[in-house]
Nanobody, 124 residues
């Protein structure tokens, strides 16, 4: 089974930046897609950004376009989420997930394996 471990969360002030990492083990299929989701307190889980192992397609939620960038290093089995210009609305638990599907988008039901999450808190 695929295991996903997130890191890089923390507390920042509005306007700050963080970079999240997700390392996958037991992940060897070049057809997989990986994505970041988040869930704020009292909110539903929402897709943030995703990328196929082959480098495309790449997906972003409208709320993060222009601020967040997803990337990957297949040699390390790791994907990243660079988050810039963070605001309080970005406060959430961020999860990494993998899917065996191509073109799965950011629908959480399309993703099979999930990490435990890393907390991001944006406040002054």
């Amino acid at each position: 089974a695929v295991q996903l471990v997130e890191s890089g969360g923390g507390s920042v002030q509005p306007g700050g930046s963080l970079r999240l990492s997700c390392t996958a083990s037991g992940y060897s299929d070049s057809s997989d897609s990986l994505a970041w989701f988040r869930q704020g307190r009292g909110k539903e889980r929402e897709g943030v950004a995703g990328i196929h192992a082959g480098g495309h397609p790449i997906y972003y939620a409208d709320s993060v376009k222009g601020r967040f960038t997803v990337s990957q290093d297949n040699s390390k089995g790791t994907i990243y989420l660079q988050m810039n210009n963070l605001g309080p609305e970005d406060t959430a638990m961020y999860y990494c997930a993998s899917s065996p599907l191509w073109g799965v988008g950011l629908n959480p039901r399309g993703y099979t394996y999930w990490g435990q999450g890393t907390q991001v808190t944006v406040s002054s």
